[in-house]
């Protein structure tokens, strides 16, 4: 199994990124996927899912009206587009593979995923 995440980098406050996973070496189609952030010194974070079919979505509260997760199948990548980005928004994010095909029962659990992604820093400040 291998997640690549890109997408990450510099941008102001209120900016916009668009981070990407690559997957591969797993059913991706069948799987639903997972973005999650940690910042220095804090623990891992659950960002949002989003099920096998991208019918269902799922938001931490604190990025929902902000951040959007989408999938393309055909592509084996999920997508995490960030908008009005702030400085508390800054981590290393992770894309992560779901244990199971729609959403898990506990979407925010580091233990429902499988497998994990390197990470892609994104840094937001002025």
């Known amino acids: 199994v291998q997640l690549v995440e890109s997408g990450g980098g510099l941008v102001q406050p209120g900016g916009s990124l668009r981070l990407s996973c690559a997957a591969s070496g797993f059913s991706f189609s069948s799987s639903a996927m997972g973005w999650f952030r940690q910042a220095p010194g804090k623990e891992r974070e659950f960002v949002a899912a989003?099920?096998?079919?991208?019918?269902?979505?799922y938001y931490a509260d604190s990025v929902k009206g902000r951040f959007t997760i989408s999938r393309d199948n055909a592509k084996n990548t999920v997508y995490l587009q960030m908008n009005s980005l702030k400085p508390e928004d800054t981590a290393v994010y992770y894309c992560?593979?779901?244990?199971?095909?729609?959403?898990?029962?506990?979407?925010?659990?580091?233990?429902?995923?499988?497998?994990w992604g390197q990470g892609t820093q994104v840094t937001v400040s002025s």
């Open positions: 989003i099920g096998w079919r991208a019918i269902n979505t």
């Open positions: 992560a593979v779901s244990r199971t095909a729609g959403i898990p029962g506990r979407p925010s659990r580091v233990d429902e995923y499988a497998y």
